[in-house]
């Protein structure tokens, strides 16, 4: 059954200040037309420029996670992204009038409150999920962090905190399915070791930063200078410890494991820079904002060719071809030097791949050009069309007495040059099936997992 996207129904608004920069700003979801994912406008800049919530604009994740496109930045929006990500709203804008989004109580849960209170509106496009098909893995060894995700028909993750504490034990937290994060992840506050903060207040970089919206965890001996500076800071009277869980001021926990939840949570936030609703069974150890980027970059990378329906053909370029070279003569009338298909490997009814290895001792290179040898684009452009041939002349009994000729190439581009030592791997897929003589096909080349050229064309069989 197909799930249809979603937006909300009307926008709102929260005021707060930003745990880092102290700035206040107000934050604003709005609704936005279908496939515009999620997209940050800062109201405060000229222009109003939008920041589109990608991997690939992260610019800074020491203190949080951070956007920029063109100057424009806003950084601590891991928060804002797990509500929206979490509630499965597909299409909003994030308007926010400073350069941080407010901290709010150091979780989600008055964005996802606020926004299930302003209601959602179902969108006529379909939600296209990326399923994960093969097993993604990361390994960050600057802070010891491990990835995993897994194929699975639900989006579900598990989390493992370990920070060699006596005071903060190996914890885990998942979720099993995210119509659970709600009730089970938005409420889990950001923590932060005593040690760490004492730095931060050293430094002015947490100048937003409360009680009420972070758990403060003891790590070390509290002494009556340390806590006399806690005070001035957070303008509190009193500042204790709760001895039994190792907090300040007795602060009441929401879960048990409430740390390891809220590290989930940023992991939620995290992914959905992949820019895709996603269906995989995730594992996490140590997660952390630098690590959590690192491994969404990798997940987009890989679904932006899976969701384009732009991959390299899954090949072994080491297994005996279907057709070799002798073959391929038998069915094409091209001979040196313009035979440019080295062996078949794949074939089916609406499909082919071919094989080119390109050397130096192609006769084309000694004029194109001598002292930087590349591939002519026209040249790959015929070998698609000769993997392509071979395709559409199995379906006469007697291909030796045919050829195909061109009729029409539209949508050409050359994205990357072919140099020699590179190995071409051609994939044409034909558009309908062959009638009256007319065959149109979808042709893309390959170097490796890059497209360098693609191309739609159309050939005419004709009889010699």
């Known amino acids: 059954m197909s799930v249809m996207q979603r937006t909300i129904a009307a926008p709102v608004s929260f005021k707060g200040k930003g745990l880092h920069t102290g700035v206040e700003a107000t934050i604003t979801f709005m609704p936005a037309p279908e496939n515009t994912g999620y997209v940050f406008v800062r109201t405060d800049l000229d222009g109003q420029p939008q920041i589109k919530a990608l991997a690939e604009f992260v610019t800074d994740t020491s203190r949080g996670t951070t956007l920029e496109v063109n100057g424009a930045k806003i950084s601590t929006i891991e928060h804002a992204l797990a509500a929206v990500y979490g509630l499965e709203i597909d299409n909003v804008f994030i308007e926010v009038s400073g350069p941080e989004v407010p901290i709010m109580k150091g979780n989600s849960i008055e964005f996802v ?3 299930q209170a302003a209601g959602f509106v179902e969108q006529k496009a379909e939600r296209e999920y990326f399923e994960i098909k093969e097993n993604i893995g990361h390994i960050d060894k600057d802070k010891n962090a491990e990835y995993l995700a897994t194929a ?8 493992l905190v370990d920070y060699n504490s006596k005071v903060l034990t190996n914890q885990y937290a998942s979720l099993y399915k995210i119509s659970d994060f709600a009730s089970e992840i938005a409420k889990a506050r950001t923590f932060v070791f005593l040690h760490e903060l004492e730095f931060l207040i050293a430094n002015n970089l947490v100048k937003g930063g409360d009680l009420d919206n ?9 002494s009556s200078e340390s806590l006399a500076k806690l005070k001035k800071f957070f303008n509190k009277e009193h500042v204790d410890i709760a001895p039994e869980q190792g907090i300040l001021n007795n602060l009441e926990l929401h879960f048990a494991n409430e740390p390891a939840r809220h590290k989930l949570l940023d992991v939620v936030g995290d992914l959905a820079l992949v820019g895709y609703p996603i269906k995989a069974r995730i594992f996490a150890r140590r997660p952390g904002h630098k690590s959590n980027v690192e491994f969404a970059q990798k997940i987009r990378k890989i679904a932006k060719k899976q969701m384009s329906g732009v991959s390299a053909p899954d090949v072994n370029l080491n297994a005996e071809p279907l057709y070799d070279i002798n073959q391929i003569k038998a069915k094409l009338p091209h ?9 078949i490997m794949q074939m089916d009814e609406m499909s082919i791949v071919g094989v080119k290895n390109v050397t130096g001792n192609e006769a084309f290179f000694q004029g194109h050009f001598p ?19 071979i395709l559409v002349l199995s379906f006469v009994p007697d291909p030796e007495n045919y050829s195909t000729y061109f ?16 190995t071409l791997v051609f994939k044409c897929i034909l558009v309908t099936p062959v009638r009256r003589g007319i065959a149109q096909m979808k042709a893309q080349a390959f170097v490796g997992d890059v497209m360098v050229t693609e191309a739609e064309l159309m050939a005419q069989i004709a009889k010699n």
């Open 407 to 422: 009729l029409k190439i539209e949508n050409v581009k050359f994205k990357k040059k072919v140099v020699p030592g590179d």
């Open 113 to 115: 409150e606020g926004l």
């Open 335 to 343: 001979r040196y030097p313009f035979l440019l298909v080295d062996k």
């Open 152 to 159: 699975d028909e639900n989006y579900s993750l598990t989390v």
């Open 214 to 222: 972070a758990i403060v965890i003891v790590d070390k001996e509290l």
């Open 371 to 389: 002292s930087e040898p590349v591939m002519p684009g026209v040249l790959i452009i015929e070998a698609m069309a000769q993997t392509g041939g």
